[in-house]
T-cell receptor, first 111, second 114 residues
Framework: RKEVEQDPGPFNVPEGATVAFNCTYS??????FFWYRQDCRKEPKLLMS???SGNEDGRFTAQLNRASQYISLLIRDSKLSDSATYLC????????????FGQGTELSVKP | NAGVTQTPKFQVLKTGQSMTLQCAQD?????MSWYRQDPGMGLRLIHY???????DQGEVPNGYNVSRSTTEDFPLRLLSAAPSQTSVYFC?????????????FGPGTRLLVL
């Protein structure tokens, strides 16, 4: 079983749609959680960290459920520019800077 | 600041050749790492360094060597290239090895081994 698993893609949605991505992790020692965005095989860039109480950044909302070891990302009012691959990333307290990546979920927003 | 830079952008090698992928950062970050990304798989950690003179293995270290003689540079050396090393390689850095630190990635090196 992979340490971090994401919904298989691709997700094809119209502009303005709301889309949700799910991610599960297997290491209960995981302490930090992130969503990274990757455009067309360019470098990953941090989209947002995920906090225990959930957090929001504009149209993006991230949620964490430690009991179920589950992370989600909700994108509201999708824009064409949101088309990218979204990477779920976790880090364990005892693993220093070692990030564990999910395989990514591709999102394509259509006009 | 240039951030994290990588050279070359693209490289084609023949099986058995060796080469060094360069990575540099100008943010005075202590922590640097190398990942490879293959289709259908997440990025996987090859080697990492928590500071100059200190390196350690990640998840997939076989066939690769690293060194960290300065804070700025973290080259990745392929000893004897194999087709299985065809991949996209990303270098990353962060202020330190803290588990909450944001990591910044370079633009990647696309490597094809024939």
């Amino acid at each position: 079983r992979k340490e971090v698993e994401q919904d298989p893609g691709p997700f094809n949605v119209p502009e303005g749609a709301t889309v949700a991505f799910n991610c599960t992790y297997s290491n209960s020692a995981s302490q930090s959680f992130f969503w990274y965005r990757q455009d067309c095989r360019k470098e990953p860039k941090l989209l947002m960290s995920v906090y225990s109480s959930g957090n929001e950044d504009g149209r993006f909302t991230a949620q964490l459920n430690r009991a179920s070891q589950y992370i989600s990302l909700l994108i509201r009012d999708s824009k064409l520019s949101d088309s990218a691959t979204y990477l779920c990333v976790v880090n364990a307290y005892n693993q220093g800077g070692k990030l564990i990546f999910g395989q990514g979920t591709e999102l394509s927003v259509k006009p | 600041n240039a951030g994290v830079t990588q050279t070359p952008k693209f490289q084609v090698l023949k099986t058995g050749q060796s080469m060094t992928l360069q990575c540099a950062q100008d943010m005075n970050h202590e922590y640097m790492s190398w990942y490879r990304q293959d289709p259908g798989m997440g990025l996987r950690l090859i080697h990492y360094s928590v500071g100059a003179g200190i390196t350690d293995q990640g998840e997939v270290p076989n066939g690769y060597n690293v060194s960290r003689s300065t804070t700025e540079d973290f080259p990745l050396r392929l000893l004897s290239a194999a087709p299985s090393q065809t991949s996209v390689y990303f270098c990353a850095s962060s202020y330190n090895a803290g588990y909450k630190e944001t990591q910044y990635f370079g633009p990647g090196t696309r490597l094809l081994v024939l």
